[in-house]
């Protein structure tokens, strides 16, 4: 009976805590007008798939702007997790000076919000010449995440004892051979759940976007969601389908990787 009782709490949680998404997934199978109504009756008998399909094929097709996404989210995550292993691995096996003030001001860039870097960065990309291009996003992102992505996997590095790649070397192991084969296997967890924080994290980037990105044609899928808004009204039912076609990548990424992620949010979470 108890075990009925909990499941059932855990399910009824799990409800309320998607249930902005249920909503959303619902109204963006309803028409405009079913959405407008007062009080609002989102669920339409049958679905509106033409949302979708206008959505995907229409005049503001979202595809473009979804490659966009999935380019600069996917640098942004192999160019974080890249530099932030090669800088917790340094800190954590190393005795480097100043190693504390390091990690200090790494922390310290984090508490800083992107609308502090969006400025400067303009003015940076200006001068170099790369406004309105992957390019730019790209940067601002990594600029952005960095200082997040090296402080989990210096948490995660740290938990790994020393001695475990000295073993390794001892019974014949290279240093090449101890960090790819014992080490970096080891660190897994931590790895991806770093490389998913800086890939959501681009993926919903509108900071960068809306102040380095001037041309339609080079929109991000944030900033495509937007152009759903017109001069009089905005067409809730394309957006709430531009919304959720937006989720579904994250969501693939989280389903495949969710048992990692678990492992590694426990462990950065224990402290020296």
């Given at each position: 009976?108890?075990?009925?009782?909990?499941?059932?709490?855990?399910?009824?949680?799990?409800?309320?805590?998607?249930?902005?998404?249920?909503?959303?997934?619902?109204?963006?199978?309803?028409?405009?007008?079913?959405?407008?109504?007062?009080?609002?009756?989102?669920?339409?008998?049958?679905?509106?798939?033409?949302?979708?399909?206008?959505?995907?094929?229409?005049?503001?097709?979202?595809?473009?702007?979804?490659?966009?996404?999935?380019?600069?989210?996917?640098?942004?995550?192999?160019?974080?997790?890249?530099?932030?292993?090669?800088?917790?691995?340094?800190?954590?096996?190393?005795?480097i000076r100043f190693k504390k003030g390091f990690l200090?001001?790494?922390?310290?860039?984090?508490?800083?919000?992107?609308?502090?870097?969006?400025?400067?960065?303009?003015?940076?990309?200006?001068?170099?010449?790369?406004?309105?291009?992957?390019?730019?996003?790209?940067?601002?992102?990594?600029?952005?995440?960095?200082?997040?992505?090296?402080?989990?996997?210096?948490?995660?590095?740290?938990?790994?004892?020393?001695?475990?790649?000295?073993?390794?070397?001892?019974?014949?192991?290279?240093?090449?051979?101890?960090?790819?084969?014992?080490?970096?296997?080891?660190?897994?967890?931590?790895?991806?759940?770093?490389?998913?924080?800086?890939?959501?994290?681009?993926?919903?980037?509108?900071?960068?976007?809306?102040?380095?990105?001037?041309?339609?044609?080079?929109?991000?899928?944030?900033?495509?969601?937007?152009?759903?808004?017109?001069?009089?009204?905005?067409?809730?039912?394309?957006?709430?389908?531009?919304?959720?076609?937006?989720?579904?990548?994250?969501?693939?990424?989280?389903?495949?990787?969710?048992?990692?992620?678990?492992?590694?949010?426990?462990?950065?979470?224990?402290?020296?």
């Amino acid at each position: 009976m108890q075990r009925k009782l909990r499941t059932a709490i855990v399910i009824l949680i799990g409800l309320l805590i998607n249930l902005p998404i249920i909503i959303m997934v619902i109204s963006s199978l309803s028409s405009y007008s079913n959405l407008l109504q007062n009080p609002v009756h989102s669920f339409e008998w049958p679905p509106m798939w033409e949302n979708y399909t206008e959505t995907l094929f229409g005049e503001k097709s979202i595809i473009k702007p979804l490659i966009n996404s999935l380019v600069v989210s996917g640098v942004t995550m192999v160019l974080c997790t890249s530099v932030a292993v090669l800088a917790s691995y340094a800190t954590t096996r190393y005795p480097i000076r100043f190693k504390k003030g390091f990690l200090y001001t790494v922390l310290l860039f984090q508490m800083f919000s992107p609308v502090l870097l969006s400025g400067p960065l303009y003015a940076i990309f200006n001068t170099l010449g790369i406004l309105d291009t992957r390019l730019s996003l790209i940067i601002g992102n990594t600029a952005s995440c960095l200082p997040m992505t090296i402080w989990l996997l210096y948490t995660y590095l740290q938990g790994i004892p020393l001695y475990i790649e000295e073993a390794a070397r001892m019974d014949g192991c290279t240093w090449y051979e101890s960090v790819f084969h014992v080490l970096l296997p080891m660190a897994l967890p931590g790895i991806i759940t770093a490389s998913l924080f800086a890939f959501i994290s681009a993926w919903g980037d509108i900071i960068f976007a809306r102040s380095s990105i001037l041309n339609m044609a080079n929109n991000t899928l944030p900033l495509a969601i937007i152009r759903f808004e017109e001069y009089n009204r905005t067409r809730w039912d394309l957006q709430l389908a531009a919304s959720t076609i937006s989720t579904i990548p994250v969501f693939v990424f989280f389903m495949f990787i969710q048992n990692s992620i678990g492992r590694g949010l426990m462990q950065t979470s224990s402290k020296e």
